[in-house]
């Protein structure tokens, strides 16, 4: 029997599904639900903190208005069940804030917000690729000072080493072909600011050549889903990233049974109605910031 097919496909996903296919199937297919990760839930929070930075005036975005909206991106986050669900003790939590205010720091020494003309923030764009609904969220998008448009993604972890640099911008090349397609425009500039230790921005320029290969590149990773999915055929691909897997239990690479994951995803999904053993033991998780 076919696996169903994602509904749709992001960045994300796509990077996934290039990692580890089997960690593909675990998150977008049998939607096993993931234990909250302290990096992704600071990043959520610094974002949330930019945000509202970008919401105010140009003249206003002052280092002191930047820690005003830390504040309260803090306040909105810890009622955030992925925030609860971290359990943190007073200190974690004020490590936590204390993280959260250096990254905005670092943030100030990469750019001057003043200068920047936003268009939106964390906008939702979305368009069909045949019957594929392909959709990412720009977490800022602007226009420099030749009217152009320019795509920013912050990112909260580690800025990557030179060699690495290529790979991490297949998501933002994944932007500025979204951009083209549902804004009709080409940005100029897309760009990672890397707000964890040695901050940093990376850029690139978006081409004829590199939007049309990403839509290619998602064509074909789409076809490869198919495929895996009619022949329910995911294979696991051990790397480093292996070491921060929410799904290391049910991973056959680590002596663990997929249809186990398949039968608790479902159970999430319709607890009252999937009867299941519910007893394997989620891996320890360390996410990945994004
Ligand atoms: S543990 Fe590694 S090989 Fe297994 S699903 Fe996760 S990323 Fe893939």
Not at 187 to 198: D, I, S
């Amino acid at each position: 029997m076919a696996l169903p097919l994602p509904t749709s496909l992001s960045p994300s996903k796509v990077s996934t599904f290039k990692d580890c296919a089997l960690a593909f199937r675990f998150s977008a297919i049998d939607k096993l639900p993931e234990p909250p990760s302290m990096p992704a839930v600071k990043g959520t929070t610094v974002h949330k903190a930019l945000e509202l930075l970008f919401a105010d005036d140009a003249s206003d975005r002052t280092p002191a208005r930047a820690a005003e909206c830390l504040d309260l991106a803090l306040e909105l986050v810890r009622a955030d069940e992925e925030y609860i669900g971290l359990q943190l003790s007073e200190a974690d939590a004020d490590a936590f804030a204390a993280d959260a205010v250096v990254m905005l720091e670092r943030y100030f020494q990469l750019e001057d917000p003043r200068r920047v003309h936003p268009v939106g923030t964390e906008m939702m764009l979305e368009t069909h690729l045949g019957s594929l609904l392909v959709r990412g969220i720009i977490d800022r998008l602007e226009e420099d000072e030749h009217g152009d448009l320019v795509v920013t993604d912050y990112k909260t972890g580690r800025a990557p080493s030179p060699a690495q640099e290529q790979s991490r911008l297949g998501g933002v090349h994944f932007y500025a072909f979204l951009c083209e397609k549902v804004l009709g425009r080409r940005p100029a500039r897309v760009q990672l600011m890397y707000l964890g230790k040695q901050p940093q921005i990376i850029t690139t320029t978006p081409s004829e050549q590199s939007i049309r290969g990403m839509e290619k590149k998602v064509g074909a990773i789409w076809s490869a889903v198919e495929r895996a999915c009619e022949h329910e055929d995911f294979r696991p691909k051990k790397s480093p990233l292996c070491n921060w897997c929410s799904f290391q239990a049910y991973c056959p690479a680590f002596g663990g049974d997929p249809d186990v994951a398949r039968a608790l995803g479902a159970a999430a999904l319709q607890p009252a109605e999937v009867p299941v053993d519910l007893t394997v033991d989620l891996a320890p998780v360390a996410g990945v910031a994004d």
